[in-house]
C-alpha cells in the first residue's frame, strides 16, 4: 500500500483520465446518457419497460413504494406466451402464476428487514412453447421502512431456563429449522389474504425496542389484542406444517401456503387443527390466548416468505388474484 498515492486521489484520478482512450470515454458517456433518459422515462413504480409495444416485457409490483421488510407482489407481462415464468430476486427463487383474465404472470416475493436501501435485480427467465428461453432484468428500488423505535429503560429480563427447559427450547429449535426450511413449489394461496380476526392491532411489524442506542428485539409480527378464547382463522388456503405447543411461542400454529409463503400464529388457548390438514382461506384453526412467553392474552401472527420475515399488514393489503 502506498500512502501517498491514498494521500492524493486527485492526482490518482487525472493519471487514470489521461490514460483513458477518449474513444471509450465519448462511448460511456454515451451509454450513461442513454441510462439516464432511460430511469427518466421510466419510474420506478410504473410498468418496466416500454408499454406501447405488446412484443415488450413489462414489470410492475405493489406496493409501488418499496421498503425493507416488505412483502411485494409482482405482475409481470411477458413480451410472448409462455409455458412457464420464473425469477430470481435477492438469491431466492419466484414462483409465477398466470393470470388468464388479465394475461399477467404474478408471484409473491419478499424483501427482508435487513435489506439496505437500493437499487435491485429481479431477474425473469421464461419458457416458450417451442421449449426456447427468453430472460429478462429489471431494476426495482428498495426506500427505508419507517418504523418505530420505543426506548425500554432496562432491558427486557427473562427468568434463567431450567435445564430441562433449555433442552426443550434446543429441540424446538431443530424443529423449526426444519419446518420453516421445508418448501412446497405449488402455490396453495387464492386471492387476497384475509385478516386472522377483526380487531384493533396492538403492535405493528418492524417495531424496534432500544435499549442505550442499541436495538435489542425487533418485532417481527403484527398483534391483535384480542382476549382469550377469539376464534383465529386461517390467513388464506394452506396445509398445517406445525400444530403444537413450543416454549416462547405458546400453542402455535404454521400454515403452507406454497412457494415459501408461510403464516404463523402464536400464543394460542386452543388448537383446532392437526399436522398435514389442508385448510380453507377463513377457517377457523384455533383460539387465541396468553401461552408461551407472552405478557398477556394477545394473538401475535407472522408472515414467512422463504426464511425471511415480511410485515402481515402489508400482505394483507395486497389485492391478489
Ligand atoms: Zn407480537
Given at each position: ?55 415488450s416485457w413489462a414489470v410492475r409490483w405493489e406496493p409501488a413504494h418499496l421498503v425493507n421488510g416488505s412483502p411485494l407482489l ?102 423449526k429449522k426444519d419446518v420453516f426450511s421445508r418448501m412446497n413449489p405449488k402455490r396453495q394461496w387464492q386471492g387476497s389474504f ?128
Amino acid at each position: 500500500m502506498n500512502p501517498e498515492r491514498r494521500a492524493t486521489p486527485s492526482n490518482a484520478t487525472l493519471i487514470k483520465v489521461s490514460r483513458a482512450d477518449p474513444k471509450a470515454t465519448r462511448k460511456s458517456a454515451f451509454v450513461f446518457g442513454l441510462l439516464m433518459c432511460l430511469s427518466l422515462v421510466s419510474p420506478a413504480a410504473a410498468w418496466g419497460a416500454a408499454n406501447k409495444s405488446v412484443h415488450s416485457w413489462a414489470v410492475r409490483w405493489e406496493p409501488a413504494h418499496l421498503v425493507n421488510g416488505s412483502p411485494l407482489l409482482l405482475k409481470v407481462k411477458s413480451p410472448t406466451r409462455l409455458e412457464s415464468l420464473s425469477g430470481k430476486w435477492m438469491e431466492h427463487d419466484v414462483f409465477f402464476s398466470f393470470d388468464p383474465q388479465t394475461k399477467l404472470w404474478f408471484a409473491i416475493a419478499g424483501v427482508s428487514l435487513e435489506t439496505r436501501p437500493g437499487k435491485y435485480s429481479l431477474t425473469l427467465s421464461g419458457k416458450t412453447a417451442q421449449g426456447n428461453e427468453i430472460l429478462f432484468q429489471r431494476q426495482i428500488t428498495i426506500a427505508k421502512g419507517k418504523y418505530r423505535r420505543i426506548a425500554v429503560s432496562v432491558a427486557k429480563q427473562f427468568t434463567e431456563p431450567s435445564p430441562e427447559q433449555l433442552s426443550q427450547i434446543k429441540q424446538e429449535q431443530e424443529l423449526k429449522k426444519d419446518v420453516f426450511s421445508r418448501m412446497n413449489p405449488k402455490r396453495q394461496w387464492q386471492g387476497s389474504f384475509v385478516a386472522p380476526v377483526s380487531a384493533s392491532i396492538s403492535d405493528v411489524f418492524g417495531t424496534a425496542r432500544v435499549f442505550n442506542g442499541e436495538t435489542q428485539s425487533m418485532h417481527q409480527g403484527l398483534d391483535y389484542a384480542v382476549p382469550s378464547g377469539t376464534a383465529v382463522s386461517a390467513l388464506n388456503r394452506g396445509i398445517v406444517l406445525l400444530a403444537r405447543p413450543l416454549f416462547f411461542e405458546g400453542n402455535c400454529v404454521v400454515l403452507d401456503h406454497g412457494q415459501g409463503l408461510l403464516s404463523l400464529y402464536m400464543h394460542l388457548s386452543k388448537l383446532e387443527v392437526k399436522e398435514g390438514d389442508q385448510i380453507a382461506k377463513g377457517q377457523e384453526i384455533a383460539l387465541s390466548g396468553g401461552t408461551g412467553r407472552a405478557t398477556g392474552p394477545h394473538l401475535h401472527i407472522a408472515v414467512r416468505w422463504q426464511g425471511i420475515y415480511v410485515n402481515p399488514a402489508t400482505l394483507l393489503s395486497l389485492k391478489l388474484p
